[in-house]
């Protein structure tokens, strides 16, 4: 081990002895000592008022409560309404049903609200001058003739024709321009009663070109003519809202109709009387959606089914909802019912 150079251990000695003559005259002189002792007192009560200060803020964040204690879990299960922990608003990134988003706008959808909507509700607008009433209708239930005792508090009777009312059409106003409220993607897959297969390609094919997950359905009653027993898995569904219907909507309109050869488009009578228009594609069109087409070695062709699509409008009539799918793109051929 080599020795320290005479220089080195004069210079540690030096400071040794200056460290406690130091020391011996603090101890030593009361001057020095209350100096020393004034400023550390001072000191202690710089930490003991900002200590002081911070601990308001704290409690007042905090509710006086341990940081565990207040912090706001959501529930797992909804215990009702008069529990008092109750969930956060969907809105709310602490929720469990969160979903965050939308990230980018839908060119259909800023479409719609900038240009279709007034235009629409310029087609459609009934003007009436001020001070005129307009035409009374009928009354849409029927009242009982009194021929019978026992017609009487009867409640009044359905039209004719059948027991369901229709919607009603109110006068057009910028409140009631007709929308597009969802839209719905089913197929039916006959081969799933020999082979669920097919119903798995289907829900792969429905999944992918809307991005909604697929829910199955069964049959609802036994038909021994077509072969169908009660509770089988035979189709598939998807729903669709907000800007995933405007984006299916859309590739519909720009992609996939104008590649059918041939196309005609929807059929004028299509309609439900409410305003909910339906059409479908055969297997040979849904190959085309380009979800399908990037990964068409994926599907067997063969087990590639045909979709039905209805889409869901806050119309009244078919009429209206028409209208409003007409000026979105999609054609309609043959005779119009309204």
């Known amino acids: 081990m080599a020795r320290p150079s005479p220089s080195t251990a004069f210079g540690f000695l030096r400071g040794l002895a200056q460290a406690n003559r130091s020391q011996f005259v603090c101890e030593n002189?009361?001057?020095?000592?209350?100096?020393?002792?004034?400023?550390?007192?001072?000191?202690?009560?710089?930490?003991?008022?900002?200590?002081?200060?911070?601990?308001?803020?704290?409690?007042?964040?905090?509710?006086?409560?341990?940081?565990?204690?207040?912090?706001?879990?959501?529930?797992?299960?909804?215990?009702?309404?008069?529990?008092?922990?109750?969930?956060?608003?969907?809105?709310?990134?602490?929720?469990?049903a969160f979903i965050p988003g939308p990230f980018t706008a839908e060119r259909l959808e800023d479409h719609y609200y900038d240009t279709l909507k007034s235009d629409i509700m310029t087609m459609t607008y009934t003007h009436l001058v001020p001070g005129e009433e307009r035409a009374r209708k009928a009354d849409r239930l029927r009242s009982w003739d009194d021929s019978s005792p026992y017609h009487k508090n009867r409640p009044l009777r359905g039209p004719r024709g059948g027991s369901t009312l229709r919607l009603l059409n109110k006068p057009r106003t910028f409140r009631n321009v007709p929308g597009l409220e969802k839209i719905t993607v089913h197929t039916m897959v006959k081969g799933a009663l020999q082979d669920k297969a097919y119903l798995a390609?289907?829900?792969?094919?429905?999944?992918?070109?809307?991005?909604?997950?697929?829910?199955?359905?069964?049959?609802?009653?036994?038909?021994?003519?077509?072969?169908?027993?009660?509770?089988?898995?035979?189709?598939?569904?998807?729903?669709?809202?907000?800007?995933?219907?405007?984006?299916?909507?859309?590739?519909?309109?720009?992609?996939?109709?104008?590649?059918?050869?041939?196309?005609?488009?929807?059929?004028?009578?299509?309609?439900?009387?409410?305003?909910?228009?339906?059409?479908?594609?055969?297997?040979?069109?849904?190959?085309?959606?380009?979800?399908?087409?990037?990964?068409?070695?994926?599907?067997?062709?063969?087990?590639?089914?045909?979709?039905?699509?209805?889409?869901?409008?806050?119309?009244?009539?078919?009429?209206?909802?028409?209208?409003?799918?007409q000026s979105m793109g999609v054609p309609f051929y043959g005779k119009l019912i309204d």
């Open 201 to 325: 390609v289907a829900g792969m094919v429905v999944q992918a070109i809307t991005g909604v997950r697929a829910e199955v359905r069964n049959t609802k009653q036994q038909l021994a003519t077509w072969g169908l027993r009660k509770d089988v898995p035979i189709a598939m569904k998807a729903e669709l809202k907000g800007p995933q219907a405007y984006r299916f909507l859309s590739s519909l309109v720009d992609v996939v109709m104008p590649r059918i050869k041939d196309y005609q488009g929807a059929k004028g009578s299509s309609g439900d009387s409410s305003g909910n228009i339906s059409f479908g594609f055969s297997p040979e069109a849904v190959a085309l959606f380009p979800e399908v087409e990037v990964n068409y070695d994926m599907y067997p062709p063969k087990m590639i089914p045909g979709i039905h699509v209805t889409v869901h409008t806050t119309a009244t009539n078919d009429k209206d909802g028409r209208i409003l799918l």
């Open 29 to 96: 002189s009361p001057i020095l000592r209350a100096s020393f002792s004034s400023a550390a007192s001072t000191n202690a009560k710089a930490v003991e008022t900002k200590d002081a200060a911070a601990a308001p803020t704290k409690a007042v964040a905090t509710g006086g409560r341990k940081k565990s204690r207040y912090q706001m879990r959501a529930p797992r299960y909804y215990k009702g309404p008069l529990n008092p922990n109750q969930p956060p608003p969907v809105s709310d990134p602490s929720s469990r």
